[in-house]
């Protein structure tokens, strides 16, 4: 995503990160990732819940489909792969708002690793 802001600038959208994780590993988040956007903290998780975002299985969380996935962009983006926390299980995914307040997209993800790509998003967004 951050690699992206360019993209998300030029469609004049903020891009908002929701976590369930404690505020101080959001902040820790924020400041290794050099995220630049806001990091909202949601413990109850009401967003996941009103979003119909799930917990997933142990075997879409830990079996060989996500290690293959993680293994390709490890390679692709020399990333390293994600700590888990707080709860491995709670699946994420991707809203897009308009500044009205009309919600337009809900990806709620399968697997930890099932979402748009940010040119997706940007495309979306483009369209609005």
Known sequence: MQQSK???DEVDAVVAAVSFETMSRT???????NWPWPLLVDRR???Y???AMTRGSSWKILGPQLWWSYLKILVKHRM???TMHDD???LG???????QGVVHTIHASETPVDRPTASELIDLLGSL
């Open 27 to 33: 902040e820790k988040y924020a400041e290794e990732s």
């Open 45 to 47: 998780r009401n967003a």
């Open 6 to 8: 360019t993209g998300f």
């Open 49 to 51: 819940q009103g979003f």
């Open 80 to 82: 390293r792969v994600p």
């Open 93 to 99: 995914g991707d809203v897009l708002i308009d500044r």
């Open 88 to 90: 491995a299980f709670q």
